[in-house]
């Protein structure tokens, strides 16, 4: 057991909040089970959603990262008390519902995207939503826009200020018909949280259909709303004139999976993820297996680990659900670093998501990224645009660097290259990682990876 780890559990302080480094020592294939619980890009949003009901709510299975906190945070700014349950479990009262200043807005925000989420709860509570600058991973512009122009659409008015935004519904809030010019997954979520209590129906054409979405379509369908999802990217809502609370377990984070498997993957590991399912992984199974990995699932898990031999060299198109997830895509480069021969990575879904590979070339890897794609390679996602390829060949010897954490899947892709690498890594601006992964430290601790968590 690492000693400052001791000492940080004696000081009763949750892990990865004494410092923001952590000294790696490469080379140890990590093995062991570690549990995942709800997803951020879930829980998040459920945590939103509890303002649309005049009851209480309980959400389960939360993850303990720090979008979570922040939410929280927003939350109670707004006059909504949360407390804590037992294993994971948030439970909001809405009774109390208030209007709330920019300056405490943008104090509880932070970086987090997560306040353009409030507006349509806040538009059919309040009257009025309030939202300051946003931030979040720096991996691509990621305009509000689509959101904006939606809520106009359902007849917000919408103002802008030094400040942030200002938005109000003078005559409240009628459906609309919107289509989204790509299946944004944040834009969905805002046109769901809207037209639940919108007066008349709501057509949304080219929608996101991500697991986590179908979740939140879940827990709202829990709540009393009439959502149906359509074929071809089409989902109807039909307002109603009240909402409940809501009580579920959120689904479990993919991301998370994906990350340890890959984990597994670069470091010789074997790592048994308990929570993980089956179904909801499929896509990201079959290239995990075309790469030379090894899989089982089971009732309570997956277990993912590295068979022996050499792993094989794959091209990657990453697009929304049901395609290879952009998130996926960043911790697996680090694996296919080791693979024989030459894979390719075409992410379209951001812009700006392969600067974490610079660090990776610091350390050894061979990537060389296109910043306007490969127009002339085979192709059955459509080109966009704004999208970058990455080339990777290998196999090559990482070695220890010093990284400092750009991203949130940037970052826990440097910590498995560290993992995996010869000598010495010092990885900083940890804090990062904290927003999806929790209790990252006491998770590398129990697969035994050689690190030193710096008080």
Not at 24 to 46: D, F, M
Not at 184 to 211: C, D, F, M, R, Y
Request: proline residues 5%; glycine residues 10%.
């Amino acid at each position: 057991m690492n000693p400052l780890l001791t000492a940080a559990q004696n000081a009763a302080e949750p892990l990865g909040t004494k410092s923001d480094s952590i000294v790696i020592t490469g080379g140890k294939p990590l093995k062991g089970t570690i549990a995942v619980r709800g997803a951020k890009n879930l829980a998040t949003k459920a945590m939103v959603a509890a303002l649309l009901g005049d009851t209480p709510s309980t959400l389960k299975d939360v993850p303990d990262i720090s979008d979570v906190q922040v939410v929280r945070g927003l939350l109670s700014v707004y006059g909504v008390k949360v407390t804590d349950g037992a294993r994971g479990e948030l439970h909001f009262d809405t009774s109390k519902v208030e209007s709330a200043h920019f300056a405490d807005i943008d104090a509880h925000a932070g970086a987090s995207r997560i306040p353009i989420l409030f507006c349509g709860p806040l538009l059919h509570r309040l009257g009025e939503a309030r939202i300051p600058d946003l931030g979040g991973c720096r991996i691509g512009d990621r305009p509000i826009d689509f959101h904006l122009d939606a809520l106009r659409q359902f007849g917000a008015t919408v103002d802008k200020s030094y400040e942030g935004i200002h938005l109000t519904a003078p005559d409240g809030l009628h459906g609309a018909e919107i289509a989204l010019p790509y299946p944004s997954v944040g834009a969905t979520e805002q046109v769901l949280l809207t037209a639940v209590l919108a007066k008349g129906t709501t057509e949304l054409k080219n929608a996101a259909i991500e697991p986590e979405i179908m979740d939140l379509i879940a827990i709202l369908q829990k709540m009393g709303a009439i959502i149906s999802v359509e074929p071809n990217r089409v989902i109807l809502i039909e307002g109603v004139d009240r909402l409940d609370g809501y009580t579920h377990r959120a689904l479990f984070d993919r991301n998370e999976v994906a990350s340890w498997a890959s984990a597994a993957l670069v470091t010789h590991g074997d790592i048994f993820v308990e929570g993980a399912k089956q179904a909801e992984m499929m896509t990201f199974l079959n290239v995990f297996r075309k790469v030379g990995g090894a899989f089982d699932i089971q009732e309570n898990g997956i277990r993912f680990w590295h068979p022996g031999g050499n792993l094989k060299p794959v091209t990657i198109e990453t697009d929304v659900h049901p395609g290879f997830m952009t998130d996926w895509q960043q911790p697996l480069i680090v694996a296919l670093t080791q693979a024989h021969g030459v894979s390719i990575v075409h992410e379209t879904v951001y812009e700006n998501r392969l600067g974490f590979t610079e660090a990776l070339n610091e350390m050894g890897a061979q990537i060389v990224v296109h910043p306007s794609g490969l127009p002339d390679h085979p192709r059955r996602v459509a080109r966009r645009d704004f999208e970058q390829a990455a080339v990777i060949t290998g196999p090559t010897k990482l070695h220890g660097a010093n990284i400092r954490v750009p991203d949130l899947r940037g970052g826990f892709s440097h910590l498995i290259a560290a993992l995996s690498a010869e000598g010495q890594s010092v990885i900083s601006n940890m804090g990062i990682i904290d927003r999806g992964y929790e209790h990252i430290i006491d998770k590398l601790d129990a697969l035994g990876a050689d690190f030193v968590y710096e008080g």
